[in-house]
């Protein structure tokens, strides 16, 4: 079976660097970027947190831009309401985790990106790893609570990132350099209380209004990667669009001097225990269940369980690294990581108790 691994260089090509000048000439002749900026980009290292609408269409740009090394990390698996604004995946890859069709398809692409897939839930543990190394953090993510994991994890380790969100036909961009311009807590200091946002369920979300946010995300993040050094100044451009008004603004934002996270050096979000608890997936009528195990090392051996599993009558499918089965009306999907999705079940202790109960503590 193969995790999709840490290490993992599915779409490297093994050409030295300076022969990659063809393929990136129209790049190299954009006088900002220049053959120098060029050379910089192919040095780079950038973690894509998410692989759905706005990391996929990251991961999608900075493949295409020749990025030297891209870490992907997301949980999920595809589905086939992510087609039309899921830049990367395809019919053929529905029910694979996302991070395994997203490699897939930039190995296709070809150039001399090393992609490295994770495919797991990322918390401050799997920050820590997978931000090793790493110049630069895009969000891709659909979520507050990882955002602002990512806030403080980046301001505390003083990594630039760069936040953006998509919703119905607009959305927000803003980079975030730590020690010069604001942080996320500078402009939302707390998160909104859940419910009370539009989100990609209620609202839906279209595929121009995914573009234009990722377009300003990734021009950005090629403009950091690229300078020898990132801009001295103290403000920063929050951009909002809106595709269906044709309207984009921006508006120049100074740190907080207040901000509890870049002000205080408070990371309350990175010292909150780990979260292990079942979570209810937005509007999609599953739970994640995360294994009760204290280290992530610790590898579920799942053709024991599917041996287990098939003496007790039940029927397991196998996608990529995922295991797959029914039981109790509920379809399980198990990553090698030990943390699986219910779906058809909304009751969070039930959920646990079926986990426990199929797979075991
Ligand atoms: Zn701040």
């Known amino acids: 079976m193969s995790r999709p691994a840490e290490g993992a260089a599915p779409s490297s090509d093994a050409r030295a660097p300076d022969a ?4 990136f000439d129209r ?4 006088a900002p970027l220049g053959a120098a900026g060029q050379a910089r980009l192919q040095r780079a290292s950038v973690l894509v947190v998410g692989c759905g609408a706005l990391g996929g269409a990251a991961a999608h740009a900075l493949a295409r831009c020749g990025i030297g090394r891209l870490v992907i990390a997301d949980r999920d698996v595809v589905e086939e309401s992510n087609l ?4 990367l995946f395809t019919n053929a890859q529905l029910g694979l985790p996302k991070v395994e069709a997203a490699a897939a398809t930039l190995a296709a692409i070809g150039g001399p990106t090393r992609v490295e897939p994770n495919a797991l839930h990322v918390d401050a543990r799997a920050l820590e790893s997978l931000g090793a190394g ?9 979520n507050l609570a990882t955002r602002y994991l990512l806030n403080d994890w980046a301001v505390a380790r003083r990594i630039p990132w760069i936040y953006a ?23 939302f200091p707390t998160p909104a209380p859940a419910g009370s946002l539009e989100t990609c369920e209620s609202a839906g979300v279209i595929l121009p209004a995914v573009e234009l946010v990722s ?19 103290t403000s920063e451009a929050l951009q909002r669009v809106d595709v269906w008004r044709g309207e984009c603004a921006s508006l120049a934002l100074e740190r907080d001097p207040q901000c ?5 050096g408070r990371y309350e979000f990175l010292d909150a225990a780990p979260e292990r608890a079942p979570v209810a997936l937005c509007g999609r009528n599953t739970v994640q269940i995360q294994a009760r195990a204290a280290s992530g090392a610790q590898r579920l051996d799942t053709a024991a369980l599917a041996a287990r599993l098939g003496a007790a009558g039940v029927r397991v499918e196998r996608a990529g690294s995922l295991l797959r089965f029914e039981a109790e009306a509920v379809r399980f999907t198990l990553f090698p990581d030990g943390r699986a999705l219910l779906e058809g079940i909304a009751d969070l202790d039930r959920a646990r108790a ?5 797979i075991g503590r």
Do not use: H, N
């Not at 990659?20 to 393929?23: T, Y």
């Not at 039309?84 to 830049?87: N, W």
């Open 20 to 23: 990659w000048a063809k393929r």
């Open 27 to 30: 790049q190299a002749r954009f």
């Open 84 to 87: 039309p604004r899921q830049v």
């Open 134 to 142: 790493v110049d630069l953090v895009v969000d891709g993510t659909d």
């Open 165 to 187: 969100g998509v919703v119905g036909a607009s959305g927000l961009v803003l980079g975030v350099r730590p020690g010069r311009g604001p942080c996320l807590r500078c402009l």
């Open 215 to 233: 377009a300003l995300q990734i021009a950005l993040a090629l403009r950091w990667l690229a300078a020898e050094q990132l801009p001295a100044e």
């Open 260 to 264: 509890p996270c870049c002000g205080a």
């Open 354 to 358: 079926l986990y426990d109960r199929w």
